[in-house]
């Protein structure tokens, strides 16, 4: 038997096209420049670090070592020990919708807006 494709189907994949098109391009243009540079290490806060300020942050637990450096608005993870350097090779960030991770060491770098960010508030 041989299925029809019918004007409303089209019409329905078209706008299900465009619709997948303008949330891609809304969420690129949601990446934002931010301010502060938020390390934590096996999920707690590390430190909070400005992304004006050209600085290295050395991270030393037990045997494992994390260089982030940050210069002229970008950061990076530039050396680590841990085997694969995935973190290594992700490169410069600059925007609030990127994070870098090392698994292997239990560290992350993520850019937030301002202050850092928290998930809940208490009275």
């Known amino acids: ?22 949330v891609t391009v809304m969420s690129l243009n949601g990446a934002e420049d931010g301010s502060v540079v938020q390390v934590s290490v096996d999920g707690k806060t590390y430190g909070v670090y400005s992304l004006n300020k050209n600085q290295t942050i050395e991270i030393k637990q037990d045997k494992s070592i994390n260089k982030i450096t940050i210069k002229d608005g970008h950061v990076q993870m530039s050396d680590s020990t841990c085997k694969n350097q995935i973190c290594v090779k992700t490169g410069e960030i600059s925007n609030t919708s990127q994070s870098i991770v090392c698994l292997p060491n239990k560290v992350m770098v993520e850019i937030v807006r301002g202050e850092a960010q928290f998930d809940a508030v208490s009275n």
């Not at 038997?1 to 303008?22: E, Q, R, T």
């Open 1 to 22: 038997m041989l299925k029809v494709i019918k004007k409303a189907d089209i019409v329905l994949f078209l706008i299900l096209v465009a619709l997948g098109i303008a």
